[in-house]
């Protein structure tokens, strides 16, 4: 039997079956479940070996003792117990919080300032975006050598520049007052993350809700308050939770700057370091996992503070039915 397709060209019905998926067995909403599946499978696999696998049992380890040498001892709560009684644990957890709480607010607002001044229309602005974002991809480590030659004492370019108008700058690293001050200003450096994100929220603001309040009369500072801050309050929301939480687990710059040693005096500290030292300095991985549950439970608990307060101060404009 020969039919005509569309185009007047002849074809065996046989052929035409043949193309044409056949409607028994599984049903394509099944064929296609499974072809995700299948296409997941290695993801999952990855986290459940490279992720969940050690998570539990770091999770295990935190209640032994194990040194890598020997076998794990179980010891129950002993490690959290030395953890509260451990003053180092304490400062390393007072350098974190305070690290987090001054550079996370700076690093925000600096990035939605610089935000705010690159969404507008000029002659290389993206060039300047980019550049702007380029220390975000660099290495962690290079970027902390950088530093750590700007910060050096003697012959730091920092120290050259205060020292041509008049100004002796301090030791900065080897310095247990400016230590930690040196390590926020070195968080400074990638800000162009949340710059981008913040110029995205920006650029998705009809241009009319900024017609409409300037023509009630709304000054520049008026329009950015009642106009732009709620609009990207969102935005601001989704960089402070990925501020918080990468600010709690800094290492790399502390760890390289300070060469594992966390500063003078411990006064730039980190948790994320402490935990290192007592993991392959002290080769004490029970107790290194009971400060990476600790951590982990702090993170936990910030972070979900910052979603509980998302209602109070996070405008969503589809409540509103589209109304800003």
């Not at 986290?47 to 003792?65: K, R």
């Not at 001044?117 to 970027?143: D, E, W």
């Not at 329009?223 to 918080?244: A, D, E, K, W, Y």
Request: glycine residues 8%; proline residues 4%; charged residues 15%.
């Amino acid at each position: 039997m020969i039919e005509k397709s569309a185009v007047g060209a002849s074809r065996p019905v046989s052929s035409i079956q043949a193309i044409v998926p056949k409607r028994r067995g599984l049903s394509l909403r099944a064929r296609e479940a499974i072809d995700c599946y299948v296409f997941m499978l290695p993801a999952i696999l990855g986290l459940i070996l490279f992720w969940a696998g050690p998570i539990l049992v770091s999770l295990w380890l935190s209640f032994t003792e194990y040194d890598i040498l020997t076998d794990p001892v179980w010891v129950g709560a002993q490690n959290y117990r030395d953890l509260w009684n451990d003053d180092l644990f304490w400062k390393s957890l007072r350098v974190t919080g305070t690290y987090s709480i001054i550079s996370v607010p700076l690093v925000l607002g600096l990035g939605l300032f610089t935000a705010v001044l690159l969404n507008q229309k000029f002659r290389g602005v993206t060039f300047l975006r980019s550049i702007y974002y380029l220390p975000t991809v660099m290495s962690g480590v290079a970027v902390a050598m950088l530093w750590r030659w700007i910060f050096n004492t003697d012959y730091g370019i920092l120290n050259l520049g205060l020292d041509r108008i008049g100004i002796t700058g301090p030791r900065w690293l080897a310095d247990e007052d400016w230590a930690l001050p040196a390590l926020i200003i070195t968080s400074l450096w990638t800000f162009g993350g949340s710059m981008l994100i913040f110029l995205a929220g920006l650029q998705g603001i009809p241009a009319d809700l900024y017609e409409a309040a300037e023509l009630d009369g709304a000054g520049r500072w008026s329009r950015f308050r009642t106009v732009t801050f709620p609009l990207i309050s969102h935005v601001t929301f989704f960089n402070l939770v990925l501020g918080v939480i990468g600010a709690l687990q800094v290492f790399t710059e502390a760890f390289v700057m300070f060469r594992g040693q966390g500063g003078p005096n411990n006064s730039a500290l980190l948790l994320s370091v402490y935990l290192y030292q007592n993991a392959f300095t002290y080769l004490k991985m029970g107790y290194a996992s009971a400060i990476a549950w600790v951590m982990f439970a702090i993170v936990f608990a910030l972070t979900l503070l910052v979603f509980r307060s998302a209602p109070f101060w996070v405008h969503h404009q589809a409540e509103k039915g589209g109304e800003a």
